[in-house]
C-alpha cells in the first residue's frame, strides 16, 4: 500500500527557515520523481517543485533561489528546504507520487510564515 507522510511543518519568521518532509512507504521509492505542492487559503493548489530520481530538480517561479528540494535514494525522505520564506509562502505542504496511472497524496503539513 502506498502511502506518503509529511511532516515538519509549522510557524516560521520571514526570512527564517523550515525544513518539511516527505516519507514514503509501499513502492521503490528511489525511482519515481516526486513532487511537492501547496494549497493556501482560498487558492487553487500549485506544484512548489519536483525531484526526479536523477535528482535533478524543477521549481515554481516564486521559490527559485529560496526553496530546495533534495532526496537521498538511499532512504527517505524527500525535503523542502524552505529558506527565507514570505507570507505568501503559507499554505498546507503536499508530496505526491504519480505510480500506474494513479496520483498518491500525503495528508499534507501546514506551514505559517508570519512575524
Known amino acids: 500500500q502506498v502511502q506518503l507522510v509529511e511532516s515538519g511543518g509549522g510557524l516560521v519568521q520571514p526570512g527564517g527557515s523550515l525544513r518539511p518532509s516527505c516519507t514514503a512507504s509501499?513502492?521503490?521509492?528511489?525511482?519515481?520523481?516526486m513532487n511537492w505542492h501547496r494549497r493556501a487559503a482560498g487558492k487553487e493548489r500549485e506544484m512548489v517543485g519536483l525531484?526526479?530520481?536523477?535528482?535533478?530538480?524543477t521549481y515554481l517561479d516564486s521559490v527559485k533561489g529560496r526553496f530546495t528540494i533534495s532526496r537521498d535514494n538511499s532512504q527517505d525522505p524527500v525535503y523542502l528546504q524552505m529558506n527565507s520564506p514570505k507570507p505568501e509562502d503559507t499554505a498546507v505542504y503536499f508530496c505526491?507520487?504519480?505510480?500506474?496511472?494513479?496520483?498518491?497524496w500525503g495528508q499534507g503539513t501546514q506551514v505559517t510564515v508570519s512575524s
Open positions: 525531484i526526479l530520481s536523477s535528482s535533478d530538480t
Open positions: 509501499g513502492f521503490t521509492f528511489s525511482r519515481w520523481r
Open positions: 505526491s507520487v504519480l505510480l500506474g496511472g494513479s496520483t498518491y
